[in-house]
C-alpha cells in the first residue's frame, strides 16, 4: 500500500504531530510525513521532529508582508513536497485562499472544541469557565476540513464528546482534552486516507 504523504504545519508543542510521528513510527498509520512547517522559532514541535529526522521549514511572518503574501509564499514552500494531506495539528494563524485554494479538500484542522464553539485560541480554557459558568455541560474535540477562511470551520470529519467534571482543574481538562485529540487525529488521518485511496482506486 502506497503511503500518503503528509506535511504538518505546527506552532507549538507538537504533542499532535509526535502522535502522527509515533503511529507512523509503530506502522499504524501508513504515512511519510514529508516535513514539518512551523510559523514560530520557539515551536517545541520542531525539536520533535527534527529528533524523528523530519524535514523541518519555519516560516515567521515578516513585518512589511501581508498576510496573502506570507501564504502565498507558504504555499510554495508546502508544494515542494507535494503532500496528499496538509494537516493543520496546533497551527495557529488564519489562512488566506493564497493558501487554502493550493489544496483543495486536503487540508485537516484540529480543533479542541465541538463544531460551533470556542472558535480561534484559548479553546479549552473558555470550554471550561463556561462550564464553571453552567453555560456548557461538556465539551469536545473535532476534526475538520477547511475549504474557507472561516475559523475552525468546514466540514467535520470527525468529532468526539468530553466529560467535564465538576472537580476539574483547567489542567486536568486540558490533559483530557490533548490525549483524545491525539487518538482522534491519528484515527482521522488514516480514515481519511483510507478513503482517498478507495475513491481513486
Ligand atoms: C491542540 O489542542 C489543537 O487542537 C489546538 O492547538 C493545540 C496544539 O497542541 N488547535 C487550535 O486551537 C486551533 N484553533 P499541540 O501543539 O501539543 O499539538
Known amino acids: 500500500m ?9 506552532s507549538g508543542n507538537g504533542s499532535n504531530l509526535q502522535a502522527i510521528i509515533d503511529a507512523i513510527q509503530a506502522e499504524s498509520l501508513p504515512a511519510e510525513i514529508k516535513a514539518v512547517i512551523s510559523n514560530t522559532r520557539e515551536a517545541y514541535g520542531v525539536e520533535r521532529a527534527k529528533r524523528a529526522g523530519i524535514p523541518t521549514f519555519i516560516k515567521v511572518k515578516r513585518k512589511d508582508q501581508d498576510r496573502e503574501q506570507y501564504d502565498a509564499e507558504l504555499a510554495e514552500i508546502v508544494k515542494m513536497y507535494r503532500p496528499d494531506f496538509v494537516i493543520l495539528a496546533g497551527w495557529m494563524r488564519i489562512l488566506s485562499m493564497e493558501f487554502i ?11 479542541p472544541a465541538l463544531p460551533g464553539t470556542f472558535p480561534g485560541v484559548n479553546a479549552i ?10 453555560e456548557i455541560s461538556h465539551t469536545g474535540i473535532m476534526v475538520h476540513l477547511v475549504p474557507d477562511e472561516g475559523v475552525d470551520l468546514g466540514p467535520v470529519l ?8 465538576p472537580q476539574d482543574t483547567l489542567e486536568d481538562l486540558e ?5 483524545c485529540e491525539h487518538e482522534l487525529l491519528v484515527e482521522t ?6 478513503q482517498s485511496e478507495e475513491s481513486h482506486a
Request: hydrophobic share 45%; proline share 2%; net charge positive.
Open 2 to 10: 502506497k503511503k500518503a504523504s503528509l506535511v504538518v504545519m505546527i
Open 101 to 111: 485554494g493550493a489544496f483543495p479538500n486536503r487540508i485537516i484542522n484540529l480543533h
Open 125 to 134: 480554557e473558555r470550554a471550561w469557565q463556561a462550564f464553571q459558568n453552567k
Open 158 to 165: 470527525t468529532q468526539k464528546i468530553i466529560e467535564i467534571k
Open 175 to 179: 490533559k483530557r482534552v490533548h490525549q
Open 189 to 194: 488521518i488514516h480514515k481519511t486516507i483510507l
